[in-house]
């Protein structure tokens, strides 16, 4: 979770020797559970598949309980099916498992398979769905201040906020899992979201919430806090300037004035700024050219 991958590599390879030398069923299913995910996160995806099936296979010799070990390994089979972008067969999973967003208990031991179903629905754009069952999985978490869940829940909700173009509610989500995550060094579960969580951290970075960590996330993927524009038509170098101080809080004549330009000639750049970024007002334009690294 901390990031120390190469550590991680040597504690799971003598853990698992152990759990053979022993024979220890739970064990041998969460090592190659563990190693499944190990091995997605380093890119070796066959090596991925090859010891979740492994631990699929430890669980049906020795009839497993599902709910013990946590994770269970079809669930976790599921997720870095998701993660390989194999939604066809998460959705066989998650229909014989009989999971329901709304009516699908989400206590402790549903838990595990509930945020496996949370991804899907993020992944398929079933996004109200998602909010639906985030919802619930947040209320029971925090009930009992189980804070590792609530920051994989809180992510989750983040993304699903985003997609959904409700940016505040977004970031907000996000501010309350880098407060949880940052005392205990929470990063993994934050870079393996990919782009849609690279574009939150730049978001957060931009207003000032948990920036510090923010950044030193953003570090560990190789990023930085500025993005490139992810607008239809880029801002022109003009149109840039003409941004520039209407952030500075210059009125159109004294932009006009500062670039010499005719008050028509601003107003066209103003017009055209809001067409690119989407916005009615200076103060959205601000905002949004923020929240974009533009200023």
Same mark, same amino acid.
């Given at each position: 979770e ?8 040597? %504690? ?6 152990? @759990? ?6 739970? /064990?041998? &299913?969460s090592?190659? $559970? ?6 997605q !996160? ?11 099936? &492994?631990?699929?296979? =430890? !669980?049906?010799e %020795?009839? /497993?309980?599902?709910?013990? +070990? ?14 390989? @972008? ?30 496996t179903?949370?991804?899907?629905? =993020? ?8 909010? !639906? ?17 609530? /920051?994989? /829940?809180? =992510?989750l909700?983040?993304? !699903? ?6 940016r #505040? ?26 782009? +849609? ?6 978001? *957060?970075? *931009? ?5 510090? %960590? ?19 038509? +880029?801002?022109? #170098? ?16 004294? =932009? ?12 066209k750049?103003?017009?055209?700024? %809001?067409?690119?970024?989407e916005? @009615?007002?200076?103060t959205?334009? $601000?905002?949004? *050219? ?6």
């Amino acid at each position: 979770e901390r990031n120390e991958l190469n550590t991680s590599v040597e %504690y799971l390879e003598r853990g698992i020797r152990l @759990g053979h030398e022993g024979g220890h069923p739970h /064990i041998l &299913t969460s090592g190659y $559970v563990w190693l499944a995910w190990l091995r997605q !996160t380093q890119g070796d995806v066959s090596g991925s598949q090859e010891a979740i099936r &492994t631990a699929l296979q =430890i !669980t049906q010799e %020795y009839q /497993i309980s599902r709910f013990w +070990p946590l994770p269970s390994a079809a669930s976790y089979q599921a997720r870095l099916e998701i993660a390989q @972008g194999d939604l066809a067969a998460a959705s066989r999973w998650a229909q014989e498992s009989g999971l329901d967003p709304v009516n699908t208990p989400v206590a402790f031991l549903n838990e595990a398979d509930c945020l496996t179903l949370a991804h899907l629905l =993020i992944a398929q754009g079933n996004l109200d769905a998602a909010e !639906t069952l985030l919802y619930r999985l947040n209320r029971a978490a925090a009930a009992v201040e189980r804070n590792g869940s609530l /920051i994989e /829940i809180l =992510i989750l909700q983040a993304l !699903t906020f985003a997609a959904q173009k409700q940016r #505040e509610e977004a970031l907000s989500a996000l501010a309350k899992a880098l407060s949880l995550a940052k005392p205990e060094g929470f990063m993994r579960i934050f870079l393996d979201e990919g782009a +849609p969580m690279v574009a939150l951290l730049r978001r *957060a970075v *931009a207003r000032d919430l948990h920036a510090a %960590y923010a950044l030193h996330l953003l570090g560990a993927l190789g990023e930085t806090a500025a993005a490139p524009q992810p607008l239809v038509e +880029p801002l022109s #170098e003009r149109e840039l300037e003409v941004l520039r101080r209407v952030a500075a809080g210059y009125s159109n004549q004294e =932009i006009a004035q500062d670039l010499v330009l005719a008050i028509s000639t601003v107003k066209k750049h103003i017009s055209h700024i %809001y067409g690119k970024l989407e916005v @009615g007002s200076r103060t959205q334009a $601000v905002a949004r *050219a923020r929240e974009l690294g533009l200023l």
